[in-house]
């Protein structure tokens, strides 16, 4: 099935700017709220919302074989479960709708007026029914920082980080859109010299920067998927923010890893973009010493070159760019992660959601969350407006951004964000 769409000569008669994450050859997959109060499956080309189910009543994917109802579904679970193939016949049609010279959508109003929206007429809803997340812990950088800070420097990583992608099993229910806004936690923290645990809202509130792919059904119980065939079962990405709170995670971790530090919000962006879209963006890893075991061995190009940011903005301040990153820097990659999680034989199913862990660079500026920024408080950040950051305060918004740009072609995720709010008295 060859990927038409991602032709990047091709120009929409759509009006985007140049420096649009949404150009004709992104055709990101999501689920909004129309005006009238709809809720649909969508893709998006510049600031126009596409309305997919729509699209498809009016009979614009005629020969192509899809369910009736598949994308008038408050989640896209159904349709990434129809499994590649699909996805690359409705990516390449959506983008042969919309190609410059196709007159049969652009000059008839009247299914326009029905199926297009501007971005402010419409309100971004979860793409997908997460029924599992997984949260990895994949890039060295960032797993030797935590180790250092957690524990000891001489030994920052485990025996095991070498060998294996670590991860644990994180909570789905609290899987949000960017836009909503996060509740500072409370919990128990480590206790003082009294031995007895503090209690109260957190006061280490962090973000870590992370990518989470989303995969379609890849095997039975009992089966176990081979690292060629990994990528085939990963439908797209976007970008998340594993909200974590530091005092609470230090208390809780030993002996079975993040629990309530990490299970009150994550944060994603609404749009997810292929991994047939970032295509072109492929790259080597970093250099794996000692080799993984043959099970995860697999060829060159395996990551993707992703552009990373992340800003703060305290209320009514201006935005402070505090890291830069990419996603080219994961030690282990999307298919090792995927391959190594059913080599058990656990099953993946259409809408999980596994996160990439902290995506840190090599460079201090690089670093995906504040513990990293701030060396653990030691080196507090400065903000535009002057005042002085080691964690996350209340009412700042955290801004995170990515994209692909090569050649002049640029695919990104659009924003993801969410405030802060005071915990609750
Ligand atoms: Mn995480």
Redesign the pocket.
């Known amino acids: 099935m060859p990927l038409t769409a991602n032709d990047p000569s091709k120009k929409t008669w759509l009006e985007t700017s140049t420096n649009t994450d949404f150009p004709i050859q992104n055709i990101p997959f999501g689920v909004f709220l129309t005006r009238d109060d709809i809720i649909t499956i969508g893709t998006r080309i510049g600031d126009f919302a596409i309305d997919l189910g729509a699209l498809h009543q009016l009979g614009y994917f005629n020969g192509i074989d899809l369910t009736d109802d598949l994308f008038m579904q408050d989640s896209l679970n159904d349709f990434i479960a129809d499994g590649r193939k699909t996805w690359r016949l409705v990516r390449n049609r959506v983008s042969d709708i919309f190609l410059e010279g196709n007159s049969n959508l652009r000059d008839n109003q009247e299914h326009r007026n029905i199926v297009l929206f501007t971005m402010d007429e419409i309100e971004m809803q979860l793409p997908v029914d997460v029924g599992d997340y997984t ?1 990895f812990y994949a890039s060295k950088e960032h797993a030797t920082n935590v180790g250092s800070l957690f524990r000891d420097p001489e030994n920052a990583l485990l025996p095991n980080w070498l060998h294996i992608p670590i991860g644990y099993h994180g909570r789905s229910s609290s899987i949000i859109p960017s836009g909503t806004p996060v509740r500072r936690p409370i919990g128990q923290s480590k206790p003082g010299d009294d031995g007895v645990p503090g209690f109260g809202p957190s006061k280490l509130v962090d973000f ?1 920067l ?1 990518m989470a792919f989303i995969t379609t059904d890849a095997n039975h119980l009992g089966q176990s998927v081979s690292i060629d065939e990994a990528e085939d079962y990963i439908f797209g990405l976007v970008l998340f923010n ?1 909200w ?1 709170a530091r005092d609470i995670q230090a208390w809780e971790y030993v002996p079975l890893g993040p629990f309530l530090g ?1 299970s009150f919000a994550s944060t994603i962006s609404p749009w997810i973009v292929t991994l047939d879209a970032l295509e072109p963006f492929r790259t080597n890893g970093p250099l794996q010493d000692p080799e993984p075991l043959p099970y995860l061995h697999h060829g060159d190009n395996k990551n993707f070159d992703i552009k990373l940011q992340v800003g703060i903005q305290p209320e009514n301040e201006e935005e402070t760019v505090v890291a830069n990153s990419n996603f080219k820097y994961m030690y282990w990659s999307m298919a090792q992660q995927l391959t190594h999680h059913t080599v058990n034989g656990c099953n993946v199913r259409s809408g999980d959601m596994m ?1 990439s ?2 995506i840190s660079g090599p460079t201090k500026d690089s670093y995906g969350s504040m513990l990293e920024l701030s060396w653990k408080g030691q080196n507090p950040i400065t903000l535009k407006d002057g005042t002085l950051r080691k964690f996350i305060n209340d009412n700042d918004t955290v801004i995170m951004r990515a994209y692909s740009e090569k050649d002049g072609l640029r695919i990104g995720f659009g924003n993801c964000v969410g405030k802060v709010l005071p915990a609750n008295k």
Do not use: P, Q, V
């Open positions: 949260d870590e992370e594993d974590s990490k996160g862990g902290t």
